[in-house]
């Protein structure tokens, strides 16, 4: 089904279920399902880019299918002419269905039928993230580094044995970081239990100082993890560390009763990642 068009007898006719199937395999392909139609003119300015971007991150395995949601009439002739002529080099299918209220929930619940709609999946990272509306170029390509690296859905197990888990902007994030903002990036740990271990491996970038609290910044491939208010530590940079090995002990953070700690979640362009305690597993104490 997946192939690229160059007449029109390669565009595929489809229900939606093979949609689905085309994007449900347990792999770690990031897979890009956008719903257009020659009519639709947002469709038409986001559709080059989405091409474009995806042509890019092609080593990282991302696959784009575009679905036509054009008329019958339109299928195959007039959907592989207006293909050919702006040069839309990707993959191609047009929805064979009529009732957009069986086809539009199999792709998501809140789906009204209206175009343009985008689909992207990683079953691997567990990324799941659909949009109906048009997509500009820099918030595509931001949803495709977190497809791939799985940073916002992703199921990380907490840094702290049976921790309390806030996502939402704290003190010490100010203050470690006030260059990024309102610190809504940094998620805060609490837990009577002051041991802090790493939730990925990687190389130990930095380790540093600032007032009374260390700062532990650790690099998986081009993500960095920045562990905050640690009152002390033992690795060092360029230390080597597995997921869940202890790397220091957290102190309590101001007035706070607890063990605290500030997590920090960035890719290689400094874009900090949304954490919430969705994306924890709890941790128990052995």
């Given at each position: 089904m997946l192939i690229a068009v160059s007449d029109a007898q390669k565009i595929a006719k489809v229900k939606m279920e093979d949609?689905?199937?085309?994007?449900?395999?347990?792999n770690d392909t990031t897979y890009v399902v956008n719903f257009w139609a020659t009519f639709c003119k947002p469709c038409i300015e986001e559709i080059p880019d989405f091409i474009k971007i995806t042509e890019r991150y092609k080593s990282k395995k991302v696959k784009l299918l575009l679905v036509s949601l054009d008329l019958p009439a339109f299928y195959p002739a007039r959907i592989a002419a207006f293909v050919k002529k702006n040069n839309y080099n990707t993959n191609h299918a047009w929805?064979?269905?009529?009732?957009a209220d069986i086809f539009c929930p199999?792709?998501?619940p809140k789906w009204s039928g209206a175009i343009p709609a985008t689909l992207i999946v990683n079953n691997k990272t567990g990324y799941k993230k659909f949009t109906e509306a048009q997509i500009s170029a820099e918030d595509f390509e931001k949803s495709l580094k977190e497809a791939i690296g799985g940073n916002a859905m992703n199921k990380y197990v907490a840094p702290m044995n049976d921790a309390g888990i806030d996502?939402?902007?704290?003190r010490q994030a100010k203050r470690v970081f006030p260059s990024h903002g309102d610190g809504n990036y940094v998620t805060t740990f609490k837990s009577n239990d002051s041991s802090v271990y790493s939730i990925t491996g990687g190389k130990v970038s930095t380790v540093v100082r600032i007032d009374d609290i260390k700062v532990v910044i650790i690099q998986n491939e081009k993500m960095f993890y920045t562990y905050s208010n640690l009152g002390s530590t033992k690795i060092k940079t360029g230390d080597v560390v597995k997921p869940n090995q202890l790397i220091g002990f957290a102190t309590n953070d101001f007035d706070e009763d607890k063990p605290t700690l500030e997590l920090y979640v960035s890719d290689d362009d400094g874009k900090g990642i949304i954490l919430s305690k969705g994306n924890f597993i709890e941790r128990k104490i052995n």
């Open positions: 949609v689905v199937k085309s994007f449900s395999a347990n929805l064979n269905e009529t009732n199999m792709i998501d996502d939402y902007q704290s």
